[in-house]
Structures are given as structure tokens and as C-alpha cells.
């Protein structure tokens, strides 16, 4: 059996919490074995309280977690700033790493991230699970001229479900980002090098959709049912067990790039805003 052990800024976590379940609903190959954390969640359940919760043995440090696994994961998904500290001894292990989204707070960030990894021959990737799910696997990609995506919750927090499936759709390179939608209801538009366009937009209660326009004049509509994390989870043990990266990290940078425009864009509505290169 292969130990996966969890990396995150506080336990106390949706993530930390579903995903050691999900792993088991995968069989027996793998088994969350050890975690650590930063610090506690303010206000939250401690991260020896989430230890006894869980029956998953709380590292003391770092080095710990890295030395006694076989494949890592680095948590903190609604805290991305974090990640450049979480993931430097991870990235330097020669293990497989998952880095769990948003996997950078900007384009620098992502770049010297993916840096260290290759230095050091780490095998990592990040993705959200809106990468994998089946509706937008069954797209035929080719031909796509725009795609407008639907998603819930904040932009800091949740753009990145968003912006992830329309490079993956599109394949394509954003080169500037405008801001078109309100405090409470971000909504972005993106314009490619190759002229083509994309928008997301935010709404509370809304579930993941797609309307996906083709150059030949036909669209089709792509609305998210299945589970989320089943194809993620499988997804992410594959590459542990082969450490065969799923997600170029050309894809990654591309997305990360896209993104902090648009955080940018959100403080200057509808005025351009170019995206790093």
C-alpha cells in the first residue's frame, strides 16, 4: 500500500476532510498515512482534534510528511498564497506531488513552482476537478469559437472551475481580460491571440454549465451532473502510481496567467487588462 501524505495551511478543511473517502472509495492501493498543517484554523477544529476525527497521525513537520511518503498532497485550495512555502520541500523530494487548486496566486508564483519541480525531478500538476469531469471530456473540441461558463462562489475562490475547462476546451492563449459584471456577481470576458473569446460568470447558487459555440454556426449546451471527484481522484492516483503528469503545466501557467488578469480586471471594470506573458 503507497502512503499519501497531506500538506496544508490548516486541516479544518473541506478538502482535507472528503478527499482521504474519496481515496478509499478507489480501492486499497492507497491510504492517506500521515498530514501536517501550518497553523490552526481560527475558530475552527484544531489540527489535533481533526487528527482524532479522522484517525490520520499528525506529522510535526514537514519534513516528516515528506520523508515517510510515498506521493504528497498540498492542500490549502482556498488559500493559494500559501502554496510557494507548502510545496518548496515537497517539490524537492523526487516524489509525486498534487498541488490542489488554485494552485498559484499569480503567473510568477506558478513559474518558479514548476521550476523547482524540474530541477529536482519531481513529477507534480495541479488541476481543478472541473478539469476532468466527463461532460466537458465528451466536447469535441475542434472548432470551438466561444465558450460562456456558469459557476457558484466567489472569484477568488472559484474562478478557477471556471477558467480551467475553457483553456482545456479551447486549447487556447488569453492575452487580455476585461471585468464586466458587478461586486457580488464577477463576470469576465476573455479575448485569445487567435481572436477568439470566452466569458465566465459568477452567480451564488448557480450549478457548473457551458454553452459552447462552433465556427460552423452550431452550439451546444454542457450542464455539470456527474460527481466532480470521481474522475479527479482517479485521476490523481494514476499519476501517483505512474507519475505521469495529466495537465501540461504549459496548460497550468496559461490558466494561472488568465486568472490573476482577471483578479486584476475586477479593479478596473470594463477596461482591458493584459495578461502576463
Same mark, same amino acid.
Given at each position: 500500500?503507497?502512503?499519501?501524505?497531506?500538506?496544508?495551511?490548516?486541516?479544518?478543511?473541506?478538502?482535507?476532510?472528503?478527499?482521504?473517502?474519496?481515496?478509499?472509495?478507489?480501492?486499497?492501493?492507497?491510504?492517506?498515512?500521515?498530514?501536517?498543517?501550518?497553523?490552526?484554523?481560527?475558530?475552527?477544529?484544531?489540527?489535533?482534534?481533526?487528527?482524532?476525527?479522522?484517525?490520520?497521525?499528525?506529522?510535526?513537520?514537514?519534513?516528516?510528511?515528506?520523508?515517510?511518503?510515498?506521493?504528497?498532497?498540498?492542500?490549502?485550495?482556498?488559500?493559494?498564497?500559501?502554496?510557494?512555502?507548502?510545496?518548496?520541500?515537497?517539490?524537492?523530494?523526487?516524489?509525486?506531488?498534487?498541488?490542489?487548486?488554485?494552485?498559484?496566486?499569480?503567473?510568477?508564483?506558478?513559474?518558479?513552482?514548476?521550476?523547482?519541480?524540474?530541477?529536482?525531478?519531481?513529477?507534480?500538476?495541479?488541476?481543478?476537478?472541473?478539469?476532468?469531469?466527463?461532460?466537458?471530456?465528451?466536447?469535441?473540441?475542434?472548432?470551438?469559437?466561444?465558450?460562456?461558463?456558469?459557476?457558484?462562489?466567489?472569484?477568488?475562490?472559484?474562478?478557477?472551475?471556471?477558467?480551467?475547462?475553457?483553456?482545456?476546451?479551447?486549447?487556447?492563449?488569453?492575452?487580455?481580460?476585461?471585468? *464586466?459584471?458587478? +461586486? @457580488?456577481?464577477? #463576470?469576465?470576458?476573455? =479575448?485569445?491571440?487567435? /481572436?477568439?473569446? &470566452?466569458?465566465?460568470?459568477? $452567480?451564488?447558487?448557480?450549478?457548473?454549465?457551458?454553452?459552447?459555440?462552433?465556427?460552423?454556426?452550431?452550439?451546444?449546451?454542457?450542464?455539470?451532473?456527474?460527481?466532480?471527484?470521481?474522475?479527479?481522484?482517479?485521476?490523481?492516483?494514476?499519476?501517483?502510481?505512474?507519475?505521469?503528469?495529466? *495537465?501540461?503545466? +504549459? @496548460?497550468?501557467? #496559461?490558466?494561472?496567467? =488568465?486568472?490573476?488578469? /482577471?483578479?486584476? &480586471?475586477?479593479?478596473?471594470? $470594463?477596461?482591458?487588462?493584459?495578461?502576463?506573458?
Amino acid at each position: 500500500m503507497k502512503k499519501i501524505g497531506f500538506i496544508d495551511y490548516y486541516l479544518d478543511e473541506w478538502h482535507a476532510d472528503n478527499y482521504p473517502g474519496f481515496i478509499k472509495k478507489h480501492g486499497g492501493a492507497f491510504q492517506v498515512a500521515s498530514a501536517w498543517a501550518k497553523c490552526d484554523k481560527p475558530g475552527g477544529v484544531t489540527n489535533a482534534e481533526w487528527s482524532r476525527r479522522t484517525g490520520i497521525p499528525l506529522a510535526q513537520t514537514i519534513e516528516e510528511v515528506v520523508e515517510h511518503s510515498d506521493c504528497i498532497v498540498v492542500l490549502s485550495p482556498d488559500n493559494p498564497e500559501q502554496h510557494e512555502t507548502l510545496v518548496d520541500l515537497p517539490l524537492r523530494s523526487g516524489k509525486p506531488v498534487y498541488v490542489d487548486k488554485t494552485f498559484a496566486p499569480d503567473l510568477a508564483a506558478a513559474k518558479r513552482m514548476f521550476d523547482l519541480a524540474d530541477a529536482h525531478g519531481t513529477p507534480c500538476y495541479s488541476c481543478s476537478a472541473l478539469g476532468f469531469v466527463e461532460e466537458y471530456s465528451r466536447v469535441e473540441r475542434a472548432g470551438i469559437e466561444t465558450v460562456q461558463t456558469v459557476g457558484p462562489g466567489s472569484f477568488a475562490i472559484y474562478s478557477i472551475h471556471q477558467i480551467e475547462p475553457i483553456i482545456y476546451l479551447t486549447d487556447g492563449v488569453v492575452k487580455r481580460v476585461m471585468s *464586466v459584471g458587478t +461586486a @457580488r456577481h464577477p #463576470a469576465l470576458v476573455f =479575448a485569445f491571440a487567435d /481572436g477568439r473569446t &470566452a466569458r465566465t460568470a459568477h $452567480f451564488a447558487n448557480a450549478g457548473f454549465s457551458a454553452q459552447i459555440g462552433y465556427a460552423d454556426g452550431h452550439s451546444q449546451s454542457v450542464e455539470v451532473k456527474s460527481d466532480l471527484f470521481e474522475r479527479f481522484i482517479a485521476e490523481m492516483l494514476q499519476f501517483f502510481e505512474t507519475g505521469e503528469i495529466p *495537465v501540461p503545466h +504549459a @496548460r497550468t501557467l #496559461a490558466i494561472m496567467a =488568465a486568472r490573476h488578469a /482577471g483578479q486584476r &480586471a475586477l479593479e478596473t471594470p $470594463f477596461t482591458w487588462v493584459n495578461v502576463e506573458a
